[in-house]
């Protein structure tokens, strides 16, 4: 069964301190995703990984930084969370890294920056 | 980059009228555009795409038309039902080879009443 797995599901944390959260994905996919969704605003894009240690910036990456050091593993990193932060995370994946690629959604971090 | 305007942000229909979803897109370089559906507390889905190569797509009760020359495609749900009820996200994909990544737009929320 594919699966992408997030964890935590929901967490709530205070301005200034770290966040981590975690992504995993069972399918062997190349390519790796972290977007948030806010209401009015839809998918944001925040940092794509094409592979172990190839990161590149999404279209919002201010703010976070990601790690991916074994292909079926990638985390958000939000060093001193801010409060506009608080947002709904997804992680994604998909099989390669070409333009028509079906993405493979996590089920979602719900995160509140106090 | 890629820009995607999706409108209507909020549609409400009656059970076995027609839904339609429009969205256009900026980088006439965009060849891939799929549409994903979000029901309440889940993730996204995939639920059709259509690529450069097609004017007209459909499977079951969706269908998706694509018009290159205006930028322009849109997702057609024919005869709804109260399970249609969920946010619908258009995506285009900003690049023809590797490294591609998709722009969402910023989504609809259909309400089917029965």
């Known amino acids: 069964d594919m699966k992408v797995t997030q964890m935590p599901r929901y967490l709530i944390k205070r301005m200034g301190e770290n966040v981590l959260l975690e992504c995993g994905q069972d399918?062997?996919?190349?390519?790796m995703y972290w977007y948030r969704q806010d209401p009015g605003l839809g998918l944001q894009l925040i940092y794509i990984s094409y592979d172990v240690d190839s990161n590149s910036e999404g279209d919002i990456p201010k703010g976070y930084r990601v790690s991916r050091k074994k292909r079926e593993h990638f985390s958000l990193i939000l060093d001193s969370a801010k409060t506009n932060q608080t947002s709904v995370y997804f992680c994604?994946?998909?099989?390669?890294?070409?333009?028509?690629?079906?993405?493979?959604f996590g089920s979602g971090t719900r995160l509140t920056v106090l | 980059g890629e820009q995607v305007e999706q409108l209507p942000s909020i549609l409400r229909v009656q059970e076995r009228s027609s839904a339609s979803i429009n969205c256009t897109y900026e980088?006439?370089?965009?060849?891939?555009f799929p549409w994903y559906k979000q029901e309440p507390g889940e993730n996204p889905k995939l639920i059709i795409d259509?690529?450069?190569?097609?004017e007209r797509k459909q499977i079951q009760g969706l269908i998706v038309l694509l018009d290159k020359k205006a930028k322009r495609f849109s997702l057609h749900i024919t005869d709804t039902q109260p399970a249609d009820s969920a946010m619908y996200f258009c995506?285009?994909?900003?690049?023809?080879?590797?490294?591609?990544?998709?722009?969402f737009g910023k989504g609809t929320k259909l309400s089917v009443k029965s």
């Open positions: 399918m062997s996919h190349e390519t």
């Open positions: 995506a285009a994909s900003n690049s023809g080879g590797s490294n591609a990544k998709l722009t």
């Open positions: 994604a994946s998909s099989l390669g890294t070409g333009s028509a690629e079906t993405l493979y």
């Open positions: 259509i690529r450069s190569n097609m």
């Open positions: 980088n006439s370089a965009s060849n891939y």
